[in-house]
């Protein structure tokens, strides 16, 4: 079941664990620390989130705003925001991607 027909050895095993976790916490720091930006209106709103979907910053250009037509302003604020969500989750999927797969793979134990 293992190769070399051996006992799975545990220390091995541990260390490889504690190296993902550390792995793990390194890239969700990174996540935290990082931001990307989405934007709506060719530009006109834009949106700053870190990497683990927090907005931090917003951006409005004095041309989209009419103060009798803020419906337009709210959709294209949603709209950068979630195109900002969407920047921070494909920067999320490359960060942590890898780390999932090695997650998945169980640490080389059957079963898992």
């Known amino acids: 079941m293992f190769p070399g027909g051996g006992a799975p050895d545990m220390q091995a095993i541990m ?15 990174e996540l935290a620390d990082a931001e990307v ?6 530009g006109l709103v834009t949106a700053t989130v870190s990497g683990a979907g927090e907005l931090k910053a917003l951006e409005i250009d004095p041309k989209v705003v009419d103060p009798d ?4 302003l709210a959709d294209l604020i ?6 900002a969500g969407a920047q921070a989750q494909k920067l999320a999927e490359t960060k942590m991607g890898p780390l999932a797969g090695g997650l998945g ?8």
């Open 69 to 72: 037509d803020t419906e337009t």
């Open 105 to 112: 793979g169980g640490l080389g134990l059957p079963g898992m």
């Open 15 to 29: 260390q490889q664990a504690q190296k993902m976790q550390e792995q793990l916490l390194n890239a969700q720091q």
């Open 78 to 83: 949603v709209a950068a925001v979630r195109d």
């Open 37 to 42: 930006q989405g934007s709506a209106g060719g």
